[in-house]
């Protein structure tokens, strides 16, 4: 099958797209995803995937399940730097070096990390410390295309939002745009494949099976995230927000509680959501609350809105697969939008 | 092996006690694990254990891990009425006509319906419709020993808190003791057994693996349940609760988000849990948010309690396992009050 | 979306191929997943999904994440006799007769129930009972494309194999085919989905979680259908097969101890597993054994092959979806075979 | 809480026993668990527990479901030799000199290790590498109660067998003993708490949820240790045996498929195995294949026995707790016999 494959890799589905996708930091989940949605893509071709830990090893070897013919790299921008874009998979702080860099030789970059997500940097560097590239802060776009496609659609530098407040957001969205939050207590749901690949007493089976514990209590990273732009979009909170680990892989769902100045009735929600959700191809509107299931390996955002009547609040459940729509998948659909494609090219669900 | 079992049923378990008790519905998760909590205690000898739908068979095949040598019985009370004390474990509705004829008989009896909990009889007709033993109505203690113990003592009728309410109540007595409770948000995560024993498209493996999903939303019969006590215990609330099912079998958590009339500092938080847990042998308060792992098979309930100050709320995070301290091991906890008993009197954590 | 979606799907999707594909029994999970592959497939077209217990509720009720815009109908053969081709998800036993009046209008059928996969009448009867077509018995191809490919090319009735059957065929074909296979011992793993939709006290997810138990010991009924296809391909033996329930949903693993009439080495297995595999696209010999995960959501049979030389055994261990390969999959891979199109054609892995 | 508890160590619990029993190498999961049975054990005391790489913290901090109040100290022999009797659950190879240090002193040793099972130097050295206290080679009394009671009961150094051993010898005693056993297919399935609290990509939870996998194939260091004992038991053969790893916490189960000599019919197993395990507390007989979450938290092994008629082969399938009676309860049963209690005493099922 080797020899299929490999054919099939230089013919139908690496060769098939005219623009050069690197990813630069393949070897976690989202980053492993993400050259696998681009091997598969129509329109872009796969130019390298990078590792500084696991150069020399095939792909396959840590990822034998996404079925990608590609030996991981040390990145090496004469030779990656030619590439038309990236999606740069590198941590907090690591990354914004490496954008620098590909910026420079004129690659587009969407960037998985939070280095260029906020637009105060006080902020950034009270949640992250010193930001590795000052020069590019606040360069780039919020990379929520539900949102901000216009934006995506001219920049050269997208900031892939985080996993939660791409959730969150989606979920929130319609209300915070009716001026009318005073209140959002938000209590997060995830499997554990958004605490990244390395092993740790925490993302141990035994310690995760059967279990379930809050994280992150008062202090998470994508707090500020959240609220900055919960605020661009009419909503001015501080955010309560509570991360828990669940004994799942993949899966993340946000139960939002919300206090607004007046009232809402079920029907004035109903049409806020279905209005806000009309033309956007991955955002459900759907009447039973979801569960994570139902978005698995998608870039699917199902949501559930409830006008409460007997607390007054609006109630909003709204799912994803952290390492699609929360990480890869979203960045594919950033690119798309980058590059002119229909968004769903390539993630359709 | 049956003959040793056989032999130290006879000696020196079951018969080791002089109080019999009856477990009426022990075909369930819950009257199930009653009858070995009663089996395996110091004090009670197991009268019987009943059941309308599986009588005639060996507990044993329903639940071989419990190994009780005791066969299902029809439940007559000519030969049961003489029972010193009876664990009913029925669904709300056909519990309290047991309870009642156990009652005539001069049996004192924990149960575990929801049927004697509430204190007002419309709301308890809202929610779960004509009551089966109008006259006991309101007749019972609501048995949560950490706040009834006196009352629990000196009762005949107990009824054994919800799952649910048990773990918010306990998380928020503290607070709720303070008068400064506004508003309170419960974000609940429940294991599966929660559900019951009988299979269902909701139960079924597939479904529930690698899902996460809300359920009872706006209209979980816990509700008024919750409201009734934090009313009792000083916080005139309606409290948000939304229930979420979780792959896993048995573990319960709240997660509690609390508006409070005045800031409370983490150090009256810390002093008013810890004054509040002293002396409650099944109270654990701890520093770093618990996981429903660490109470599995006990009647511990561990609490975290967080004064945040960015968003000034006071987050409580409780853990239970809804089949022993939701459920089983709290009536037997209040048997234990009922008799004289320690506490922890076969139940020890 | 819905707008997008049921354009989508008119368009693109659900339009573009000419070949009409019926799936006559869509509620189960392998018939839903037939359904979505089906819509999604490039040159075949969802002509309609039929259920007998559902029809009349949107598909997308029941599995919500296949995303499919398809209302459950009940088969009208006047209405859907006019498909160019079905594949039959109805149990063993109700099949036989919905294959037979499909047969009759025409439509070529692959059927995934086990009423044409063997080839002795009494062994049919003695495993399943009476034939509900006994006219077309034997009238079936096994649907094994990895083996049958040239007869599958040319048959309007496809019997595709049980998932067990699948697994354990291809992990010892090669060794069938040298003839020198003595004894073999398979012992089998599943995931729940394999146990069907329907709700049980066995598909409980408490009676599944954190367990593992054997079932159909000694009398599965994938047992006949191993052993007659094993001396089709060369090893006459009574194959011990025992399956095992496990917590996961889908995937099977089967692992192989085969007792050869002379002694294999590792150069030879290698040879002789590379050189079948050779050419098949969704075979992968691997030099490590293989878990499930690695081929979840795909029709790939991934298979490590052990000449032990401690105990003179050769071991094999082979992992495959019972829902993709073990069913739908392989299902579509017969179709694509059936009408002249690659045989990865919309299932590429 | 912490007072009431701190009260019931010292007085009720810790202070009950009168025999001194040290835990040395309690951060690991056999050892931490041997800690909390000790401590509640009725004619024990635990005496201190150990570890190298915790010593200062408090058990709880790594075990907080255990509930003992006792902080890890750094193994001192002048403050831990006076012990009466140890647990020692160090890694092979490093338990050899710690063990020689604990027998000088005086101390009775229960070793969880395997430098101490086996009988024959150089498989030891082939497996092992070089041992730890060649003085001490082959002193230690195999520790499975239900084989090796009277030795153990005189014996001041057990050890404690290995896990898959344990489950093995249980489940083909009777057959061994026959002398009619000529081949023996032992397919194991285990949790992943027998890979150990050591994070790793194997036990990474995204690694192990939804997979199952085989490993150690043709070289696991059970296999020498299972030959040893099936022959002493009366069959002389060289065990197929190969480990799964399976996505739940605790329990094993091994499935035997043995080729025998002549033909057992299932009233003669069934004969040889009620027989057999007449008088063994531990051991239970099933009708029914068992699952592993049925002697969960229990050092129970079931097992059920079927002579196969179609293939001939005698089948046995057998669970435990692989941290109970695979090791930390097991340790306790050996005490047991060692002190002249019964051996039930702390460990009833």
Redesign the interface.
């Known amino acids: 099958?080797a020899?299929?494959?490999a054919q099939?890799a230089t013919g139908a589905t690496r060769g098939s797209g005219h623009t050069r996708v690197l990813v630069a930091g393949g070897s976690g989940?989202a980053g492993a995803l993400a050259a696998r949605l681009i091997d598969?893509h129509p329109a872009f071709a796969l130019h390298a995937v990078t590792s500084r830990s696991h150069a020399g090893r095939p792909l396959s070897d840590l990822y034998?399940?996404h079925?990608v013919d590609a030996v991981l790299e040390e990145l090496d921008l004469d030779r990656h730097g030619d590439a038309d874009a990236a999606i740069v998979a590198y941590p907090h702080g690591a990354a914004a070096p490496v954008v620098a860099q590909l910026r420079e030789r004129g690659v587009r970059v969407v960037d998985l990390s939070a280095d260029f997500r906020l637009r105060d940097r006080a902020t950034y560097e009270g949640w992250y410390g010193e930001h590795g590239a000052p020069e590019l802060f606040g360069a780039g776009v919020y990379g929520l295309p539900e949102v901000y496609a216009r934006e995506i659609a001219l920049a050269d530098l997208v900031a892939n939002p985080g996993c939660y407040p791409t959730a969150t957001l989606l979920a929130l969205a319609p209300l915070a745009r009716s001026g009318t939050v005073l209140?959002v207590?938000v209590?997060a749901?995830s499997?554990?494949?958004g605490a990244g690949?390395a092993?740790?007493?925490k993302?141990?089976?035994?310690?995760?099976?059967?279990?379930?514990?809050?994280?992150g209590?008062?202090a998470h990273r994508h707090?500020p995230e959240i609220d900055q732009e919960l605020a661009a979009l009419g909503a001015q909170v501080?955010?309560?927000f509570?991360p828990?680990l669940?004994?799942?892989?993949?899966?993340e769902?946000v139960?939002c509680?919300v206090?607004t100045s007046e009232p809402w009735s079920q029907a004035r929600a109903d049409e806020a959501y279905a209005e806000w959700?009309?033309?956007?191809?991955?955002?459900?509107?759907?009447a039973a609350?979801?569960?994570?299931?139902?978005?698995?390996?998608?870039n699917?955002c199902?949501i559930c809105v409830?006008a409460?009547?007997?607390?007054g609040?609006v109630?909003v459940?709204a799912v994803i697969d952290n390492l699609w729509k929360g990480a890869a998948s979203q960045a594919v659909q950033n690119l798309n939008l980058m590059h002119g494609l229909p968004e769903t090219t390539g993630i359709?669900?």
Chains 1, 2, 3, 4 share one sequence.
């Not at 993302?203 to 994280?215: G, L, S």
């Not at 609350?289 to 998608?298: I, L």
């Not at 409460?308 to 607390?311: F, K, L, N, Q, V």
């Open positions: 099958m020899g299929a494959r099939a989940y598969r034998p399940q079925r209140d207590v209590d749901k499997g554990v494949s690949r092993p740790s007493a993302t141990h089976f035994v310690a995760v099976d059967e279990n379930v514990t809050p994280y209590v008062g707090m501080t955010t309560t509570t828990h669940m004994p799942l892989d993949q899966g769902m139960s509680y206090t959700a009309d033309g956007k191809p991955f955002v459900e509107i759907v609350p979801p569960g994570v299931r139902g978005v698995r390996d998608t699917v199902s409830r409460d009547e007997r607390t609040k109630f459940f359709e669900p």
